[in-house]
């Protein structure tokens, strides 16, 4: 990142911790857009809107987190985090304010989508600078990033719900509308990016030359670049067969546990609270076991064959085995909670930092049609096939993975070639 500000190393190793948190508060406070179905009910109450249209913020969301992966890496890679977090701040803020004036349901989906493409740009420049900031621990890092936003969901909801009760519905959404633009507009000014080559002083200690370079050195693509490499193609195929299953369950898990087990949907929702909770756990742990040992696309390949092996186990001794289901859905929870760390991590450590949005977007996008694929197998098939397609799906993204593990050896060895004749 090329918009330091010329502090030393040994002045940002003490204060990127502190930065995290700050950052990790940004996710929590945008993730409002994550809780909007608490309105659905009282917006047909109160105001008479359809909820069918209401809930169509939820396809927007997805739809606008390519276009506002883009803009927030564009204007990271430009202008710096802290521009990116000060400007999205205010957009963001003004957009849920703006929301609060809203006239129909229409209006309403229509000003929340454009909140939603803030929260992608504050959060993809966010996730550049975590990465950044901590070349030693980026993964883990990046889970405590993105557990906030998970934990930002769980806190803000009875907030929420609380301001629904006690005050005007719009007055509720505007006055959060400033809360939350203004967190993140001060937060801008807070935190610290880091200068290109950053090695925190204690990693430097510990690597020779080669080793260091491998983290100063890091691999910085053009877009041009990245479309050229087949390992990127291939790395969209996996995102999308290797997540499908995941990704289904998070949508459907309550009725996906109502139709296996034969609980009500009382029991379904504490399911799902499991699996929200081993999500949040997932992607700190295989952070961290990412850093440690394997490397994100190796990460991602062992996810997915863990993944598999749960689901087939699963439908060998009975889906309809209450304790079993329960510990097999927290396994599945600990990778989907993986899942969210590994794409950003992955997208940033291949193929570098300058063009993270472009690259972070479009695999959100390919996360999308997996996510498309696995609602599908979860609301269509039985639950005994729903287990055994996501194992399948899980398996063809191991092979995918591990394709990739060897399809990056020779680029990065075509590459080396490249550069050594280069020299001479």
């Not at 359809?50 to 883009?70: A, F, Q």
């Not at 939603?116 to 975590?130: E, G, I």
């Not at 064959?305 to 699963?314: F, G, H, S, T």
Request: glycine share 10%; with cysteine; hydrophobic share 50%.
């Amino acid at each position: 990142m090329k918009h330091s500000n010329q502090m030393t190393v040994s002045s940002i190793d003490k204060r990127r911790w502190i930065v995290l948190v700050l950052q990790m508060l940004v996710g929590s406070v945008t993730a409002y857009v994550y809780n909007l179905t608490i309105y659905i009910g009282p917006m047909n109450e109160k105001l008479g809107w359809d909820p069918s249209v209401v809930i169509l913020v939820w396809t927007v969301m997805m739809v606008v987190g390519l276009p506002g992966s883009l803009i927030g890496g564009k204007l990271n890679a430009k202008y710096g985090s802290k521009f990116a977090l000060k400007v999205g701040g205010i957009a963001f803020g003004a957009a849920v304010i703006l929301s609060a004036f809203s006239t129909s349901a229409i209006m309403f989906v229509i000003t929340d989508s454009i909140a939603c493409l803030c929260m992608y740009v504050v959060y993809v420049s966010q996730l550049a600078n975590v990465g950044a900031l901590f070349p030693d621990k980026s993964a883990f890092a990046t889970g405590l990033f993105i557990g906030a936003t998970s934990l930002g969901t769980a806190l803000l909801a009875p907030f929420i719900e609380w301001l629904t009760r006690t005050m005007d519905l719009m007055h509720g959404i505007a006055l959060q509308g400033i809360i939350y633009g203004a967190i993140v507009f001060i937060c801008g000014f807070l935190i610290v990016e880091a200068p290109e080559g950053y090695v925190p002083a204690n990693m430097e200690k510990k690597l020779d030359e080669e080793e260091k370079s491998k983290y100063i050195d890091r691999p910085d693509y053009t877009v041009v670049q990245i479309l050229r490499k087949p390992s990127f193609w291939l790395l969209i195929i996996g995102v999308v067969v290797g997540t499908a299953f995941c990704n289904g369950l998070s949508a459907n898990l309550s009725l996906v546990a109502q139709n296996a087990v034969g609980v009500g949907t009382t029991a379904g929702a504490l399911f799902f609270s499991a699996w929200q909770i081993s999500c949040g756990v997932g992607g700190i742990v295989v952070g961290f076991m990412s850093d440690k040992w394997f490397g994100p696309v190796k990460s991602f390949m062992l996810l997915c064959i863990v993944c598999a092996a749960a689901a087939l186990i699963l439908v060998a001794v009975g889906v309809d085995k209450y304790a079993l289901f329960l510990i097999i859905i927290i396994i599945l929870g600990l990778g989907a909670g993986a899942i969210l760390t590994l794409i950003p991590d992955t997208s940033m450590q291949v193929f570098g930092e300058r063009n993270f949005g472009f690259t972070y977007g479009i695999l959100v996008f390919a996360g999308a049609g997996a996510a498309l694929i696995g609602t599908q197998v979860t609301t269509r098939c039985t639950s005994v096939m729903t287990f055994t397609y996501g194992a399948i799906l899980c398996l063809a993204g191991a092979v995918t993975f591990f394709l990739i593990t060897m399809l990056l050896k020779k680029e990065s060895r075509k590459e080396e070639a490249v550069r050594v004749g280069a020299e001479k």
